[in-house]
């Protein structure tokens, strides 16, 4: 396996960062997951505008996005595989210890790891813990994923391959790696950006191509909606036949079909929508 490092291809055996890189001691780093299908990524260029965005965000220099797209093909070409996620990874690289960076320069890692295709659907747990809307890091894609990966365990412990937050005023907010949608009386909706959740590559194709409409949500809306999904680049659209104890018979029901019906249609005809 070859990953992209120090502006080239290394073997992943021998690749080495720093021991003191800050994505390492204290998170300051921001990444981005795109879904390649036989060598090809997908919605590439959605998702360095959202790399940009997110190193703005954290006060990180712009990633050089040739180097980044030319680190994606040759990660891409050197490891073939039929359904990969690349994983770029940005850092603000090699510092002192504790907060402050270090002036050596950010870290770029491009990694590729091959994944399975989920499941037409899923099972979801809510969390008691909120995302908070108006912290320096809401919307931005960053590795302080921590919170993410202890609800994303609990999600395990019962059973679901999901959990979704609310926010700190109890609306409707995101899935620690997916936004959510809900399906009232026909419409499909999804929390707004100024809920805190991501702005989901997924997510905005899905508003695109389905009509979602952007809606603050309460929390409670899972228990009454007709229908809910979940959007990711690694899940598509993916339909949830089970939110807590709250069994959703029928999955995927009419409106979710379509929207995954069109999604798959839209998304084969154009690897970088
Ligand atoms: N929300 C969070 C917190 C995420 O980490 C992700 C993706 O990893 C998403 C939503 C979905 O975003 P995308 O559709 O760009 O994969």
């Not at 290394?10 to 800050?22: L, P």
């Not at 037409?120 to 919307?139: C, F, H, K, M």
């Not at 191509?209 to 809306?221: F, K, N, Q, S, Y």
């Not at 909606?225 to 339909?239: N, V």
Request: proline share 6%; charged share 25%; glycine share 10%.
């Amino acid at each position: 396996m070859k990953i992209w490092l120090d502006g080239g291809l290394q073997d992943i055996e021998s690749a080495r960062v720093s021991v003191f890189d800050h994505g390492l001691t204290v998170g300051d780093g921001i990444f981005e997951t795109v879904k390649a299908v036989d060598g090809r990524p997908f919605a590439l260029t959605r998702h360095l505008d959202r790399l940009t965005r997110s190193a703005r965000g954290l006060g990180l220099p712009d990633p050089d996005l040739d180097e980044v797209r030319r680190a994606c093909a040759a990660v891409l070409e050197a490891n073939p595989m039929p359904f990969g996620r690349l994983r770029i990874t940005y850092t603000g690289g090699h510092g002192p210890l504790g907060s402050d960076r270090g002036d050596q320069g950010p870290t770029l890692v491009v990694a590729l790891g091959e994944t399975a295709r989920r499941p037409d659907s899923t099972a979801v747990i809510t969390v008691p813990w909120t995302r908070n809307e108006r912290s320096a890091l809401a919307g931005l894609k960053t590795t302080s994923y921590a919170e993410n990966v202890v609800a994303l365990a609990r999600a395990h412990a019962h059973g679901a391959s999901e959990a979704l937050f609310g926010n700190t005023v109890g609306r409707l907010c995101e899935g620690t790696g997916s936004n959510v949608f809900v399906v009232l009386d026909g419409e499909i909706h999804t929390p707004p950006l100024a809920s805190g959740c991501l702005a989901g590559i997924t997510r905005a194709l899905a508003v695109e191509w389905t009509g979602a409409r952007e809606t603050d949500l309460p929390l409670d809306v899972l228990e009454r909606a007709d229908e809910i999904f979940l959007t990711s680049t690694l899940r598509d659209i993916q339909a949830v036949h089970r939110v807590d104890d709250r069994e959703l018979p029928g999955v995927p029901g009419p409106v979710t079909a379509k929207a995954m019906r069109v999604f798959e249609e839209r998304s084969g005809d154009d690897l970088d929508p």
